[in-house]
């Protein structure tokens, strides 16, 4: 019994059709759990008042975000090494998931941004790598959308993003190093994980689980019906012959 | 491996090759910021290191789709492709000849344009060096992305979103050497910064670019 055995699309969706209402149900009860004891039974800060409570929010978005690009980067090797197709479509069905997180939370950092640093947007090191992550994502994501065989959409985005991972790394440290040279004090990042009390940390952590279990339940469904598509699109094929 | 960079070269400086396109799109970008920022020559110099970048990076854009499209509709791409050079030298040589038709007069047009936008000679030299060390990088980055979209048909518009993210590293760390330079700053680390992302593109790259073309040939 080995885990390759899931790279076959059959065992794939019997697997993940079971998996899937625990997955959803669970992901569900975590962030309204998370989000309700963080927005109602976890007291404001005394700098920033109620607008800390954006953290519940912003935080697990980011984190999906950038773990969805590794995980796609995972998927893109693996499909690249063993060629099995549910790699390549779990990849294909993790980018719009990772965008849509990217923006959330852009979004809701420049709302949090807005009170709290006087300004939506501020050329920070932080900011600007988010940004930059988000024109990768739309790059993989056109690629995709662009090539018409699937197999070859399949390798050109692995190599892109297996090329796009350490240009992105390398556009991570850029910035670091450009916003210094701009200005000498990184005075606006502020590490968050670890100045956070314990109050708004237990929350945090039931509300990034959540969104973790969330990415996992709708990558899951995205792959199942990119699987279906090429199924649906197999049986078409037939059908003309 | 030479035969072909000096046959590329005889196409590029061809009529109808496109070698003077991208020199003249640079001078033209150049030339409008003033139209758009304002004639004011302090607020100019000041900007004038990134616009020389800008520049040089959409010029170098320009030209990208040339370099494996025509191969690529006649055929010449997979006679390369089954040629006893391995694919990765085909690219090296291509990006080279970019970089030749594309970089190289670039270089030599800055100090022109320097003067234009107000530059002091010290600026104008830290801004060559930068764009020396820089520009390979341009080269080698967008021919992993011609090499990526070669097999689709009016890919340009796709060409540039999927290069210009990978344009980050090098238009920041250059642009930041210029600029530091031209306000007598120290620039030997932002230079050095820029001369590992050239290296490093160009160690990479041809293999990647080399392998994404053998799966558009397939």
Known sequence: MSFWEYANPVKFLK????????????AAIMILTGLGWGFFFTPDDYKQGATVKILYVHVPSAFVAINAWFMMLIASIVWLVRRHHVSALAAKAAAPIGIAMTVVGLV??????????????????????????????????????????????????????IVGSVFAALSRYATVFWNQGLHQDASLSIDKEEHVA?????????????????????????????????????IMARGKI | MITLILRDLRIAVRAGG????????????????????????????KVAPGTLWMGALLACLLSLERIFALDFEDGTLD???????????????KAFVHWLTTGLPLILLTPFLGVLLGLQTSGIIFLITSLIFGTPALSIIGTFGAALTVGIKRGGLLLSILVLPLYIPTLIFGAEAARRGSEGFEMQTSILLLLGVTLLSWAILPFAAASVLRINLR
Do not use: H
């Not at chain 1, 697997?15 to 669970?26: D, I, K, R, V």
């Not at chain 1, 994502?137 to 892109?160: H, R």
């Not at chain 1, 945090?204 to 649906?232: D, Q």
């Open chain 2, 18 to 45: 496109g070698f003077g396109l991208s020199l003249a799109f640079f001078f033209i970008i150049v030339i409008f910021f003033p139209f758009s920022i304002g004639p004011n020559l302090d607020l100019l110099s």
């Open chain 2, 79 to 93: 006679l390369l492709a089954t040629s006893p050079i391995p694919l990765e030298g085909v690219v090296i040589a």
């Open chain 1, 198 to 234: 314990d109050v708004f940390y237990y929350p945090l952590i039931v509300v990034m689980a959540g969104f973790v279990l969330l990415f996992i339940t709708l990558v899951l469904l995205n792959t199942r019906s990119e699987i279906m598509m090429r199924r649906a699109s197999a």
């Open chain 1, 15 to 26: 697997l993940s059709g079971n998996l899937l209402p625990y997955c959803s149900t669970l």
């Open chain 1, 108 to 161: 809701t950092g420049a709302l949090w941004g807005q009170p709290m640093w006087g300004t939506w947007w501020e050329w920070d090191p932080k900011l600007t790598s988010f940004l930059i992550l988000f024109l990768f994502y739309l790059g993989y994501i056109a690629l995709w959308a662009a090539v018409e065989d699937p197999d070859t959409a399949a390798d050109l985005t692995s190599v892109l993003c």
